[in-house]
């Protein structure tokens, strides 16, 4: 079973170790991997927006994976999953799969769709999405596109309670 971590300023050194083992990802991009001080900047400005929220994903005490998504975004009612990022040894033995189920399972009351950020031209990324009911919804190359799913049912889960176990 998966364990969450709300991310804090003080993790940021656990994101750029999960960046550093995902150097696949960063190549797809055309960039180079973060440095620790850029991966700091990028959590502290990220933890000043109120809707947003960073989880680090481990199974037992090892990190395999971080999330990152954005409440009520681009409207009231839309969850935006900007990254959902599995290291890369842990890769493809679906953690990535069970991550989104648990969290579908578990969207705040008033949730009626869900989007997916796919950065750059990554094929592998669009296909996850697909695999799992996302559609392609909006065209923003070369920098990204949007797929997207809606939701037709939810739970009570409040708005900003971690997801503590998938």
């Known amino acids: 079973m998966l364990d969450t971590q709300p991310m804090a300023p003080h993790h940021a050194h656990r994101l750029h170790d999960l960046y ?14 973060p440095s620790p ?12 927006d109120p809707r947003r929220r960073l989880e680090l994903l481990y199974d037992g005490p090892q990190l395999i994976g ?8 681009p409207a009231r ?8 990022l599995i290291a890369g040894p842990h890769q493809s033995q679906g953690y990535g799969g069970k991550t989104l189920q648990h969290f579908e399972e578990h969207l705040p009351a008033g949730t009626r769709r869900l989007l997916a950020s796919v950065l750059g031209s990554n094929e592998r990324a669009a296909r996850f999405w697909q695999r799992h009911g996302f559609t392609f919804a909006i065209d923003a190359r070369p920098v990204m596109e949007w797929y997207a799913k809606p939701v037709h049912s939810t739970t009570a889960l409040t708005v900003g309670a971690k997801l503590s176990k998938i």
């Open 20 to 33: 550093a083992s995902t150097p696949q990802y960063f190549a797809t991009l055309g960039t180079p991997i």
């Open 37 to 48: 001080h850029e991966v700091a900047r990028e959590v502290e400005l990220a933890l000043r």
């Open 66 to 73: 971080c999330l990152d998504y954005k409440l009520h975004y």
């Open 77 to 84: 009612g839309d969850i935006t999953i900007n990254l959902l």
